[in-house]
């Protein structure tokens, strides 16, 4: 079967990195925080105080997400501490789950009377989350207890929602359970549990007992039934997490017309509503995906749990159909969409990610600044919703899992890593120093052919072997010597389709997967006045504090002029740009900060 559990180790280099700082860093700084939060207290029921703060709908969700990090982390480290916390925290879910097996901290101490009587209460959501850490913790320990807390769960949910139909509603308000379930069902091998993710996903978008959220079928995924979908509609995180659960359930029960409904939508996505940096959901209103192209920079959306989310729709994807795009997008959103949520120090986070930042807008109406919604400007170590952090926690965890996909003889190099996997008698070991160089080197044994994504955003590259082209791989046939190939990895200029209006007349560089942008910090403050050349003459820096490089480009700067407006008479001055990668804005104080920036086209 298909799993998103293989044991990759990764061995070195920029993910290696970023996996050490999550390890050393940010898995600490999101347990202090939920302890300050009460998150952690919440799980201890019997302790828990009357003067505390009732435990919100999500809480449980933020900790299991947590949990199933620190297991992945434990898959290959041995950490005494994280696993004591580990153990605890499962200890009191086994004491405070009820006889019937259900579980939720929100409705346990507030509200037991009223379990799934509110379709957007996150129950089912929570219950995912929970199935999923159960999972990790299995495949990382062996061990079968949490598992069986977390079938003990599932099997009442199939009870009340498909034996007794005693529910107040049919499916749930923020999808999640439908992708857990097929990773139980993976596990155990109960087909009860695909069958349960089926039920939800068959009975989403045509059935008269789920209540649309906020009036509005379209924010819930609400407006059609799953295998008509042919456009991403609503809450992005909603709507990738039910993306998530239809792909695993296509290819789980072998259901062609789920699958194609994933490839409409997946096109729809790539094709108008991503930004150059793999974020998606550009509105505030309903954290939503809204209409083609409407892609603004400043006021852009963008959270981080939606980068995430499209990083594992995508990556499913690649390893359903086989075909390079997917591949592509999931690094688009692994090196700037996802990456872009966390301090470069691992410790403060962003929950929404915008593609431009000009603090005079942050003070222009102090009074509707909440209606223009400027996005914030600086990291914080906690939100009252934070189910970011912990997701940042499991997915720098999950990394090895993103890289290869093995199956009938064959592996899929999806991620370039230096890495290696051994599984079932299979070996392959990849040397690299991606994405600071395109040099990447293969050793397999045990396999007929490698497949070798040649990125989209490539315009060269060199293979020491014979190959021939198919979806996006470069296919060669393995004898078990070393496969060598060079991508050539170089700034280059980016432009936008003409229909995005907010970047027309703009450019962006990338280097690579990364997305570059200019700061304030190291140019002028008025970026708007910044113009970029076609010949960039790029001088590239290696910086330790980004752990990439940094780039410094030819442009032209617009002069200004006295009073409010002149007859037409523009005078550029030459100048030097300096970019940074696009993850690490934000980290050096509040800046002015330009993905797109003005084009002179000589």
Known sequence: MITDYRNVRINGGFWKDMEQLNE???????????KETGRIGAFDIGSYSEDEIKPHCYWDSDVFKWIEG??????????????????????????????????????????????????NMHELYCAGHMFEAAVAHYWATGKDRFINIAKKYADYIEKVFVKENSAAFMTPGHEEIELALVKLYRVTGEKRYLDLALFFINNRGCNDKDVCIADEPTYGQDDVPPREMKSAVGHAVRCLYLLCGMADCADAADDSELMQACERVFDDIANYKMYVTGAVGSTNIGEAFTIKYDLPNEKAYAETCASIALMMFANRMAKYRKA????????RAMYNGMLSGMSLSGDAFFYENPLEINLANQKKVPMFKEKDHYGIVKRVEIFECSCCPPNLNRMLAAMGNYTYHIENGECYV???????????????VQKTNYPYDGEIRIKASGLEKVYLRIPGWCENFDLNKAYAMKNGYAVVENDGTEIVLNLEIKPVLIEANPNVIADSGKAAVMRGPIVYCAESADNIENLHSLYL?????AKESYSEFFR?????????????????????????????????????????????MSVWLNFKDE
């Not at 898995?27 to 925080?33: D, K, L």
């Not at 795009?325 to 690094?331: H, I």
């Not at 002069?559 to 030459?574: C, I, V």
């Open 24 to 34: 050393k860093v940010t898995i600490e700084a999101v347990w202090n925080r939920f």
């Open 70 to 119: 620190a297991c992945r982390i434990l898959k290959n480290k041995n950490d005494e501490n994280l696993s004591k916390r580990v153990e605890w925290l499962i200890d009191k879910i086994q004491k405070n789950q009820g006889d019937d097996g259900y579980f939720n901290i929100h409705y346990t101490v507030s509200e037991d009377r009223n379990r799934f009587s509110n379709r």
């Open 324 to 331: 390079a795009k997917y591949a592509d997008t999931a690094e």
């Open 414 to 428: 999806n991620q370039y890593m230096d890495s290696s996997i051994e599984d079932d008698g299979i070996s392959v």
């Open 533 to 537: 050349s076609k010949e960039l003459n």
């Open 548 to 592: 990439a490089y940094t780039i410094e480009v030819d442009g032209y700067r617009l002069k200004g002029f006295d009073g409010l407006y002149q007859k037409l008479n523009r005078e550029y001055e030459k100048c030097r740009i300096k970019l940074i990668p696009y993850y690490g804005f934000a980290n050096r104080g509040e800046s002015n």
